[in-house]
């Protein structure tokens, strides 16, 4: 894409609709109808896939879309994956970019604010690429219902207004060791905290409630890639974690009864490890072989629990956890114009 028209003036999500088979639907991109199982950015998976909607398109260097899940995906996976590599700034250059957003919509009594920074650069052996963003949200929501019956006919209005506040950021760093050998890492930090009130009137009864959430994610990626041969014997390894924690506080309060406090803390962290070798066989066939696991664990703790049957809610402590073994072998190659590959994966 470098140097190309379709670039100018936009973000990188709005370049990416105008290759061949990808469409955005539903703030979801999709490869030939399927939804995108993996997005890259200079090789590193991205976690948020909101990036794409600041990053300036003419920092893209290329795009590789990748047509269908290969046998090195997770089997549930269907669709493919989008390869960004970004352009590469001389050595001790770097190119930048800042901005905002601001929407407001009265009927709605919707406002949304977002402020974000991108800075790709390169200093000596290091390239660097930092990405941090904060969004601002008020939104309120009006409700009227009649519930009609033989008997009776009962009027419910409800207002609910809602606070979110979400800052996040992404570094990642690349050492080129040589012109073979790089070590590439990147941290992903981010938070979200909600608040939404509401308000119930019905018969003379009230009812409010007070929720407060509070969203935190850490990720981090490891990344060694070398040539170990000058016939192009290639050597990948990675390591993954992500972890969210989600701290809910919640306040049901009703006219004929006391106040009914909620709190629970729900925190998810996941580990992957993966290898593989890309082994060149002549100049037009490759194979590609390798092993991976991940490890998944889930722990739910309430603090304190509503006993109640309008609000769905455990009392009950649960530990979750779970390991998933992979190892996939295939083979590319070309027939003159057609590119063909063929793999087999065994995932337990």
Do not use: M
């Given at each position: 894409l470098r140097g190309s028209d379709i670039t100018k003036g936009k973000p990188a999500i709005d370049a990416l609709q105008l290759l061949p088979s990808i469409s955005y639907e539903s703030k979801s991109l999709k490869i030939n109808g399927l939804g995108v199982s993996e997005i890259y950015l200079d090789g590193l998976k991205l976690n948020d896939y909101s990036e794409l909607d600041n990053i300036p398109a003419d920092m893209i260097d290329k795009v590789e879309v990748r047509y269908f899940s290969g046998a090195n995906q997770n089997t549930s996976q269907a669709g493919?994956?989008?390869?960004?590599?970004?352009?590469?700034?001389?050595?001790g250059?770097?190119?930048?970019?800042?901005?905002?957003?601001?929407?407001?919509?009265?009927?709605n009594g919707v406002s949304?604010?977002?402020?974000?920074?991108?800075?790709?650069g390169r200093y000596g052996k290091v390239s660097f690429y930092d990405y941090t963003s904060a969004s601002w949200m008020q939104y309120k929501e009006w409700q009227t219902q009649t519930i009609s019956s033989p008997s009776e006919t009962t009027h419910m209005n409800t207002m609910v207004n809602t606070h979110n506040g979400a800052p996040s950021n992404r570094l990642s760093l690349t050492y080129d060791f040589n012109k073979r050998t790089y070590l590439a890492a990147s941290y992903y930090v981010a938070s979200q905290s909600r608040r939404q009130n509401s308000l119930t009137k019905a018969e003379g009864t009230n009812e409010t409630v007070d929720?407060?959430?509070?969203?935190?994610?850490?990720?981090?990626?490891?990344?060694?890639?070398?040539?170990?041969?000058?016939?192009?014997?290639?050597?990948?390894v990675i390591g993954d974690y992500l972890s969210y924690i989600n701290r809910s506080n919640q306040l049901f309060h009703t006219s004929s009864s006391e106040s009914s406090p909620f709190h629970y803390k729900n925190s998810t962290e996941m580990w992957e490890a993966y290898a593989y070798v890309d082994v060149p066989i002549n100049q037009t066939m490759a194979f590609n072989g390798g092993v991976s696991a991940k490890i998944i664990s889930i722990h739910y703790r309430p603090d304190k629990y509503l006993n109640s049957d309008r609000f769905d809610s455990?009392?009950?402590?649960?530990n979750t956890s779970g390991l998933t073994p992979m190892a996939f072998a295939s083979?590319?190659?070309?027939?003159?114009?057609l590119r063909y590959s063929a793999g087999l994966n065994w995932m337990l």
């Open positions: 493919g994956s989008i390869w960004i590599t970004l352009r590469r700034p001389p050595e250059g770097f190119t930048g970019s800042l901005g905002g957003n601001a929407k407001a919509i009265r009927r949304h604010e977002s402020l974000y920074g991108v800075i790709n929720q407060r959430n509070s969203v935190t994610a850490n990720g981090g990626t490891l990344k060694l890639n070398s040539q170990l041969n000058e016939k192009g014997l290639t050597l990948t455990s009392g009950i402590s649960t083979l590319r190659g070309a027939f003159g114009q």
